[in-house]
């Protein structure tokens, strides 16, 4: 189908963040407007303790000083990837428009705990594995909870230079809860009807308010995440190695076992002017792999973005991106064979 030049529906964010308590905060984030869902809903919160003063004064104190616990039905922090990608209207902390292709991002019941002891930190949680919640259990019910965590070391080398280099898991064994970690972003896509097919006789139409990322949807998921970033003055690098495979290597046939996908991203910005006002920079990303460990070819997805920013205010942002994506090998049928899409997008950013 074509797209022309116009604008997207505009997304809108309301957050909610109230001191409850000295060391007790909540979270509450409602999309007012999103590609997905044009009426308000919520997409989540959470509790965050820092202090147990609540218990008695001073408890746990020298342990508490580095450690903090978080509840809720959320984001969860698995890789950092979250950190950097666009929340339907909270573009602000993205350099370009688009999320990466396997977007880690997921909204579950969830607890962590994390501890930052100088420049280590240690992440350890627990979800339920289900973005959409119920207490339905029948026979082709399989959940089961997952397990998440992340290590690492963020600090500085001399003044002028930042270090951030982690590794994140998550498993979920279960036929029922494996499948949303790469799923879970309810608001839509940023590249709006791309790859949509124009209407047959009866007028349907091929196509999802998702396309432009893709999503294995393994029965059972294993995900690992590196992330390396470094900032020496405007110069900004980050390099993302992610493997996501099926857990079900047992099944029976062996043509149903399910396969893995390796995606590599890199990202090079350069920030300048005064209180680094301005960027420019391009990211590469890539996604490939076997849906089936059968399969005899993979799928294969790439993705060049290129753009810039100027920060009107700390709180405003406007950016341009051109992005080319293409789908190649001959694995992929349908409308995604030999698929391939290209523009340019403005965006124009408040948050706060």
Do not use: C
């Given at each position: ?14 957050n909610l963040d109230v001191q409850l308590l000295d060391g007790i905060r909540m979270h509450l ?154 799923g879970g972003d309810r608001a839509g896509s940023r590249y709006y009807n791309v790859l949509q097919t124009v209407p047959d006789q009866n007028g349907n139409v091929e196509g999802t308010d998702f ?142």
């Amino acid at each position: 189908m074509s797209t022309g030049s116009d604008f997207n529906l505009p997304s809108a964010n309301l957050n909610l963040d109230v001191q409850l308590l000295d060391g007790i905060r909540m979270h509450l984030r409602t999309y007012l407007s999103s590609r997905h869902h044009n009426e308000a809903w919520i997409k989540g919160g959470h509790i965050q303790i820092d202090k147990l003063n609540f218990i008695r004064p001073g408890f746990l104190e020298n342990i508490m000083k580095y450690t903090r616990i978080t509840i809720g039905l959320d984001e969860f922090n698995y890789g950092d990837t979250h950190f950097r990608r666009t929340d339907n209207a909270r573009a602000i902390y993205n350099p370009f428009v688009g999320n990466y292709i396997m977007d880690a991002f997921a909204t579950e019941a969830f607890g962590e705990v994390s501890v930052q002891y100088n420049s280590l930190l240690a992440v350890i949680g627990l979800t339920n594995g289900k973005l959409n919640q119920n207490v339905i259990v029948n026979s082709n019910t399989d959940n089961k909870p997952s397990f998440y965590g992340k290590i690492g070391y963020d600090g500085r080398m001399g003044d002028e230079m930042r270090l951030r280099v982690t590794g994140s898991w998550y498993i979920n064994n279960g036929t029922t809860t494996g499948t949303w970690l790469y799923g879970g972003d309810r608001a839509g896509s940023r590249y709006y009807n791309v790859l949509q097919t124009v209407p047959d006789q009866n007028g349907n139409v091929e196509g999802t308010d998702f396309d432009g990322r893709y999503n294995a949807r393994f029965t059972k998921l294993t995900a690992l995440q590196l992330n390396i970033f470094a900032k020496f003055r405007g110069l900004e690098f980050l390099r993302v190695i992610e493997r996501a495979a099926g857990n079900n290597e047992f099944t029976e046939p062996i043509a149903d076992r399910e396969g893995a996908f390796t995606q590599l991203a890199a990202e090079l910005l350069y920030r300048f002017g005064n209180n680094e006002r301005f960027y420019i920079g391009g990211r590469y990303n890539s996604v490939s792999g076997k849906q089936r460990e059968s399969a005899s070819d993979d799928l294969e997805i790439t993705r060049l973005n290129l753009g810039g920013g100027w920060f009107i205010t700390p709180n405003i942002l406007t950016k341009v991106e051109y992005v080319n994506q293409q789908y190649t090998g001959s694995a992929w049928t349908g409308r995604f064979a030999g698929a391939e899409f290209s523009g340019i997008n403005l965006e124009a950013v408040i948050g706060f």
